[in-house]
T-cell receptor, first 116, second 114 residues
Framework: AQTVTQSQPEMSVQEAETVTLSCTYD???????LFWYKQPPSRQMILVIR??????QNATENRFSVNFQKAAKSFSLKISDSQLGDAAMYFC?????????????FGTGTRLQVTL | GAVVSQHPSRVICKSGTSVKIECRSL??????MFWYRQFPKQSLMLMAT?????????EQGVEKDKFLINHASLTLSTLTVTSAHPEDSSFYIC??????????FGPGTRLTVL
């Protein structure tokens, strides 16, 4: 079974600075997807960024980028120019590429605080 | 991204009653829908997966007779908590996916059973 590990329960960053959230996963599959979801205090889960395992290029979405290291099974999220609105719980997630009903496996989350 | 709605956002009910939560994909057809439960300060726990027109597949430890899931159409899934008890109080989140594409989440329903 696949597992996702987020080793940082809490992180803090100053506004306008850069922060990196860590995520590692364990799988024997070669075809899969990786995601970062954000859950603000409203508790609405919001997709931040996704990465297909077959793509070598790291995904980027505006201020958010990932460092995908397939051999090391690492998938970290970098938030640049942090804003107060980035404060939230961040979940890393894995999904198998096999089957339309394949499930998301979530990490335990990292709570990000953004300070002035 | 795609929009998933969930209704109601909050519900309070008496012990022993049943509660229905609706989940709709508003701008795409959801071949697969997922129901999660989230306890405070914890990650999402998958309860069941449903495909349109098929019976739901429940995760281990989830009582299928207590948590009834119906995926009647490509845009609607419902979760009914039957004979609710205080221990069923939680935050329930639905999620929808079309094909092999990304999964989108509803805003969640806070259930309080008195």
């Amino acid at each position: 079974a696949q597992t996702v590990t987020q080793s940082q329960p809490e992180m803090s960053v100053q506004e306008a600075e850069t922060v990196t959230l860590s995520c590692t996963y364990d799988t024997s599959e070669s075809d899969y997807y990786l995601f970062w979801y954000k859950q603000p205090p409203s508790r609405q889960m919001i997709l931040v960024i996704r990465q297909e395992a077959y793509k070598q290029q790291n995904a980027t979405e505006n201020r958010f980028s990932v460092n995908f290291q397939k051999a090391a099974k690492s998938f970290s999220l970098k938030i640049s120019d942090s804003q107060l609105g980035d404060a939230a719980m961040y979940f890393c997630a894995y999904r198998s590429g096999y089957g339309t009903a394949s499930k998301l496996t979530f990490g335990t989350g990292t709570r990000l605080q953004v300070t002035l | 991204g795609a929009v998933v709605s969930q209704h109601p956002s909050r519900v309070i009910c008496k012990s022993g009653t049943s509660v229905k939560i609706e989940c709709r994909s508003l701008d795409f057809q959801a071949t697969t829908m997922f129901w999660y439960r989230q306890f405070p300060k914890q990650s999402l726990m998958l309860m069941a997966t449903s495909n349109e027109g098929s019976k739901a597949t429940y995760e281990q430890g989830v009582e299928k007779d207590k948590f009834l899931i119906n995926h009647a159409s490509l845009t609607l899934s419902t979760l009914t908590v039957t004979s609710a008890h205080p221990e069923d109080s939680s935050f329930y989140i639905c999620s929808a996916r079309g094909g092999v594409d990304t999964q989108y989440f509803g805003p969640g329903t806070r259930l309080t059973v008195l």
